[in-house]
Structure formats: structure tokens, C-alpha cells
């Protein structure tokens, strides 16, 4: 199947160099905790410049099935929490669309409900495992069903859950987020271990909103039953997607440009750990932090960026990234290269195939392996 339409074909010509400033959507993970959090608190949480995506319109449409209610006004969305056991039967299927995100975290708040749902997706989602949330909150006493092999769609009954310890077998945030929205419905103290540090936007948000949460060193902890309150939330730019401007900036001769208010946690800046090392002339301007959360501007310059292999330790962190850094590294005087990113065959596409058959077609050298590539 082709991957191009010739009615949706669009002709790029090369830039001469990029100046001014832009200010991205907000930031896709944040938006979906907040919304799902807002779902299960008590009062009114007004989210600002919720994210205009696709996956996390998917994630509002399911809690207001679940009887959220809902009301969104152009960036901005009043969610009436319905309080932590307030959530009602949805009538018929729940529909997270492409969004793993929102299967996956929503599966850890289904978990603790007093009644049987079933949340389904779209033909991409439904080939995406969920075997890594099904195990976990089954040891928490819900009822999972899934179609063969542990994927969607899944029929969760809900009911009485008990805490657990949890060591993650792989790093996932979605999967962990589940167990603690899972732990605020258990009756004592519920503990995730991760392997590697991933994004810490569920505890933060959680911690904002009333819940005990506890952390020592890679061990998150979060004691239930919990009451969630309702809050005053703004949502920073998406830094997954500031880095095509990043990469632009700093490829395209002469460029200088700003990217405004976008979201620097730490648990998500390894672009910007990777990059300035390496040559990269990114500034960070104008940090401040909003409900937990840093945000500021980014000024880049075009820079000669060195490439290399990306290390493992790092690959978490960029796994968003990695197809638009492969582009980067077909202009560096050493390639790029990286491993274990496996996941990133699983996602809504094959991402690491997709990037290598388009980098291909435009020249590149490319070295396609299970887990990553290598670009020249």
C-alpha cells in the first residue's frame, strides 16, 4: 500500500532560513491526565490550551460517555468531575480512536468502577499491545477480556482493588500511569517501579490535585483511596512536536527562531540533552513553572550538529523523536544511528520502516535493524 495519496501530495521547496517565532498546541500527554483526572475530581477543572489533537478529543469523548460533563470553549475545557466513583456505565462501546494513550491510562480508571465496559479503537490501535496493562491491573483484582494475543478491544470489569508492588518489565509511562489511577481506588499504599525513569505527568499532576503521592529513587508510590480537587490547569506546548522546529532551525542556513511556552520537564527535554552537546545552539529563555509543570522558550540558531550513535540509556526519552532525528542525522558528517527503539514498530504505524522507505526516496543511506536504524 502506498504510503502517499497523489490528491494529498504537497511540494516543499527549500528554505532559505527560518526567522520569527511560534507557539505550538499543548502537549498531547499532559492534556489526556488532565482530562482524565478532571473526569474523577470533585468540582469544576478548567483545563487551558488543551490539546486540539485527535487522540485526546478521543480521550473527551470517552469521559463524557463515562458521564463526565464537558464543555469546551476554543484552547480551553470545563470538566465537571463526576468525583472518583461518581462514573456511570457508558452506553455502548468506549471508542479511544488511535490512542494508545487513552486505552491504556483509562483501563487503570475502568479497573476501579462497579461495572463492566468496553473500550475499542480504531484498526491501527487494535493490532497494539495491552498485554502490559492487562497483567498489572489483573493483580489488582479487575476482570480484563481482551481479543487473542492480549489486544483490543478490552472488556474491563471494575470493582474492589487491592495495592500491589509493580516492577515494569519494560519502561512505559502509559503503563504506569494506569497502575496509580488504578492505586487511587485500592485501599492502601500501591507502588510502580520503573526500570529507567519515564514521564513523570501523571505524579505531578496527581500531586497537584490532592493525591498522596510518594517517590524514592525509581519507586513511585500513590496511597487510596484518594479525593481528587478539582483545579485551574494550563497545559505547556508540546516539546514532541517543537522538535520538527528544532531540527529545522538548526538545519536550514540562517535560521533564528523562538519557540514560545513549550513544556521543558526534564522527564522530556533528552532532545535538548542530546543536542546542544553535540553543537546544537538551543537556549532556553524565560523558565517558569505552572501546576507542577516547567515551561519557557526556546531560541535556536542554525548549528552543525554532530551525529554518532544515539546512546540506549537515552532512547525513552526520544522515542517520539527518533524519526525526526534520523532526518537530522542525513545531514551530519558521521550518520546517526540508534537501537532500542522497538517500540516504535508498534506504535500507530511502524515508524522506524516509515522513516526509513521516506529518507530512502529522498537519498538517504539508510540501515533498517529490528530495533532501530542507521542514516547517512
Known amino acids: 500500500m502506498a504510503l502517499f495519496s497523489p490528491t494529498k501530495t504537497k511540494k516543499i521547496k527549500p528554505a532559505k532560513g527560518l526567522a520569527g517565532s511560534v507557539r505550538l498546541p499543548g502537549d498531547k500527554s499532559i492534556s489526556h491526565r488532565y482530562a482524565m483526572l478532571g473526569a474523577i475530581a470533585e468540582g469544576q477543572t478548567e483545563i487551558h490550551y488543551f490539546s486540539s489533537s485527535a487522540d485526546c478529543q478521543s480521550t473527551l469523548a470517552c469521559l463524557e460517555k463515562l458521564g463526565a460533563k464537558i464543555e469546551r470553549k476554543n484552547e480551553t475545557v470545563l470538566i465537571q468531575g463526576a468525583s472518583l466513583k461518581g462514573l456511570r456505565p457508558p452506553a455502548g462501546k468506549l471508542e479511544a480512536g488511535n490512542s494508545g494513550s487513552t486505552m491504556r491510562m483509562l483501563a487503570g480508571i475502568l479497573a476501579g468502577q462497579p461495572f463492566r465496559a468496553l473500550i475499542g479503537g480504531d484498526a491501527s490501535l487494535s493490532r497494539r499491545p495491552m498485554k502490559r496493562v492487562i497483567e498489572p491491573l489483573g493483580q489488582m483484582g479487575a476482570r480484563i477480556r481482551s481479543a487473542e494475543g492480549g489486544l483490543p478491544p478490552l472488556e474491563i470489569e471494575g470493582g474492589q482493588l487491592k495495592p500491589i508492588h509493580y516492577e515494569l518489565p519494560l519502561a512505559s509511562a502509559q503503563v504506569k500511569s494506569a497502575v496509580l489511577l488504578a492505586g487511587l481506588y485500592a485501599e492502601g499504599q500501591t507502588e510502580v517501579v520503573e526500570p529507567i525513569p519515564t514521564r513523570d505527568h501523571t505524579e505531578i499532576a496527581l500531586e497537584q490535585m490532592g493525591a498522596d503521592i510518594g517517590r524514592h529513587g525509581q519507586t513511585i508510590a ?48 533528552a532532545l535538548l540533552d542530546l543536542l546542544v552537546p553535540r553543537g546544537g545552539r538551543i537556549k532556553v529563555l524565560n523558565v517558569e513553572m505552572i501546576n507542577g509543570e516547567l515551561l519557557g522558550d526556546l531560541h535556536v540558531e542554525s548549528s552543525p550538529v554532530q551525529g554518532g550513535e544515539i546512546p540506549p540509556e537515552a532512547i525513552p526519552g526520544l522515542i517520539d523523536e527518533l524519526p525526526v532525528l534520523a532526518v537530522l542525522g542525513t545531514q551530519t558528517e558521521q550518520g546517526l544511528s540508534f537501537h532500542g527503539a522497538a517500540e516504535l514498530r508498534v506504535k500507530e504505524s511502524d515508524r522506524i520502516a516509515a522513516a526509513a522507505e521516506n529518507l530512502r526516496r529522498m537519498g538517504a543511506r539508510v540501515e533498517e535493524f529490528p530495533d532501530g536504524l542507521s542514516v547517512a
Open 222 to 269: 500513590v496511597r487510596g483511596p484518594a479525593r481528587l480537587e478539582a483545579k485551574k490547569l494550563y497545559v505547556p506546548g508540546d516539546i514532541s512536536s517543537a522538535a520538527f522546529f528544532i531540527v529545522a532551525g538548526l538545519l536550514v542556513p540562517d535560521s533564528n527562531l523562538v519557540v514560545e511556552n513549550v513544556g521543558l520537564n526534564p522527564t522530556r527535554t
